[in-house]
């Protein structure tokens, strides 16, 4: 894309700032899911405490609850309670219950003993150390009072988040309605996937694969027919991409491409914050904006759309769909061989990550080896500052 | 679950190979599905090549591929070759044609290369630095041949996976059915969560959560009705759950609890294969088989249930699944303060990942303190025979 706007290459950190200070948080329109369906979906309402947890006293182990007064470091033991019982009355001075963890802890209570660190005797307890006062009791309203907002609007719904609405009682959940991510292939050589190509021809496998991850972190995706290298035709497919909350288009913007996608998108009056980034996979990646609509060109080459989408394109996706906290994609791995590179681009390469935690490169044939991005489990980030890291040094990781 | 076979307590790692090795990868019965529906699927046939993949070279930049006999390090440019273009005709000596990144390459061709290391001058082009024969060419079939296996029976289905599927041109995929994990909570305490609690009783959120976790880890999740502490019940409601693939039965193992499932689980003549782990929360786990079906018995406090499901239970559902390659849950990041624990046990303790990558300890409530384990994005795990981290140290983390 020559000829737009913007003329310098950006470094990953820039262009992921790009993307993140045009794309603000959607407001999206809501709907209401029953819990069974609410998981990746994005919280609509915040999720309130319906009554103080714990509402009572509990005890967080099984033991004795004791009074403050024993007898010379023991007690009588006077009772049991169980889980899901009320205790029968207040401890009586030199008294204490049995009692289970999760069970109401009962008035009067100094501690709960756990039942390793106390001798029983028939009817009589001793404790074999010293406690502190209100040790392992979980005092009423200490994890929240009723009322509390427990998960604010924009959470991504996990297991945990099933777990706070089962428990305030919430069998129906307001979300956030999925954006609409129009996914564009073009080019020529490529063909759906259904038709056999000729060795010149690929088939559309940018697509698909664009749509799975559009679907994994939460968008509505939705497969364009792809473009061939034609201005009228490409134009009007843009147009209508442009139509959706963001539209992703897939090859037409390296330089050596035939220049459709840019030419519709300037005939559609598009503004471009960057088209440019100091990658690899993934250089001639293009980000802007078109009749209110964010988009990416990303690059064709397989490895190069996937990674941009993940690297760029997802933080977009996420802000739109109303996600206040991004998926963690980064984390780190000890390399488990020396690994080199050349300086001045970050790169996204094929790893693989070891039983023990450690990482290596795979090997690639360039950005259009989708079997060696299938083979790798981990995508290992380097450093465009840096040349060379020794066995057990630690590398930024990518989740696949 | 005091009475049972063991009274060995394992370590996370003993308990985590106990698992590993009773059971073995299942064989589930196949389904067809549309590429559509294959994410998050395991592969139920070999995916193979369809053709040489390259089929025939290709230009891996965009540049000039030339003839070896140059004129003094010069060649005419005689031509231009487009992605998805056959070459017109071999190159002669003296002679390169412009290329495209993805383009064939034709016969006769020394090298390509980069525009970036070329001088033109009109018609003619002169290389700026020396450069290896088939250089930027990736070779026919070098990333497989026609016919070759480029995922394996067991594969998880990702993004990467339906790229390759979409490649080789299948629209539809053979996969493994789901195996159905059946989820019983125990416990008269424990109440539907539409009902109101008084306060000795919870809602039932273990089942919705772990319902959740099947469900995102490729399982098919049926909630039974809540299980009173009553004996007959209780073993009709095991029994009928010993008829999936998988049992999990919350809550009713610890040893403070009275043992209505101990007892049935011995009536339906259960093999344990260990009821102890040192790790905290989810000590009492109970694994086991009963009926020729796997059961876990989890720990009834939420973090403890979702814990042990995410480092015991979830290893059996994906061996169950087909999977032959476990999910990736486990990484490393830097302590963001000095962290202490009392050495013994490997505690999983809820977590938050900064912006930086470090990782700290939330403050929580125990076992019982799901709003804690909802605000936390990562589990930090402590491992058993350490004691204390200095701020930036590594510590193994689990993702959430």
Do not use: C
Not at 114 to 120: C, D, F, L
Not at 182 to 201: K, M
Not at 263 to 289: C, M, N, S
Request: charge should be negative; avoid cysteine; glycine fraction near 8%.
């Amino acid at each position: 894309m020559s000829n737009s706007a913007n003329a310098i290459a950006y470094t990953f950190a820039e262009a992921r700032e790009r993307v993140l200070a045009q794309v603000l948080l959607g407001k999206p329109a809501l709907e209401r899911v029953w819990l069974s369906e609410a998981v990746g979906r994005v919280l609509g309402e915040a999720i309130r405490a319906d009554r103080d947890m714990p509402p009572l006293p509990r005890s967080l182990r099984d033991g004795f609850v004791v009074h403050a007064q024993s007898r010379d470091g023991a007690w009588d033991v006077a009772g049991e309670i169980k889980a899901g019982q009320m205790p029968m009355r207040a401890l009586a001075p030199g008294e204490a219950f049995a009692i289970m963890t999760g069970a109401i802890v009962p008035d009067s209570a100094a501690a709960v003993i756990m039942k390793e660190h106390v001798t029983r005797e028939g009817s009589v307890v001793r404790a074999d150390r010293a406690f502190q006062s209100r040790e392992w009791i979980s005092e009423a309203a200490s994890m929240a009072q009723s009322g509390a907002v427990l998960a604010e609007v924009g959470a991504l719904i996990d297991a945990s988040l099933v777990a706070l609405l089962a428990t305030v009682g919430q069998s129906q959940v307001t979300v956030a309605q999925k954006p609409i991510v129009r996914i564009l292939s073009t080019g020529d050589e490529v063909l759906d996937i259904a038709r056999q190509p000729n060795p010149t021809q690929v088939r559309n496998s940018n697509a698909w694969a664009l749509a799975a991850e559009v679907q994994r972190f939460g968008g509505a995706a939705e497969i364009l027919p792809i473009a061939p290298d034609e201005e009228k035709a490409t134009r009007e497919l843009i147009a209508y991409g442009l139509g959706a909350d963001l539209l992703l288009i897939s090859g037409g913007v390296s330089a050596g491409d035939y220049d459709f996608v840019e030419v519709a998108l300037a005939h559609l009056g598009a503004e471009f914050y960057f088209d440019r980034v100091k990658i690899q996979p993934g250089q001639p990646t293009v980000f802007g904006r078109a009749k209110d609509t964010f988009f990416f060109g990303l690059p064709g080459n397989p490895l190069s759309t996937w990674v941009t989408f993940r690297i760029f394109a997802l933080a977009a996706l996420e802000r739109l769909s109303g996600r206040t906290v991004p998926s963690q994609q980064f984390s780190f791995a000890p390399a488990k061989e020396p690994i080199a590179h050349k300086p001045g681009l970050t790169r996204f390469l094929p790893g693989q990550r070891h039983a023990d935690g450690s990482v290596s490169l795979l090997p690639w044939q360039g950005s259009g080896d989708i079997p060696a991005l299938a083979r790798a489990n981990v995508i290992l980030v380097l450093d465009a500052e840096r040349e060379s890291w020794a066995a057990g040094d630690w590398l930024e990781v990518m989740t696949k």
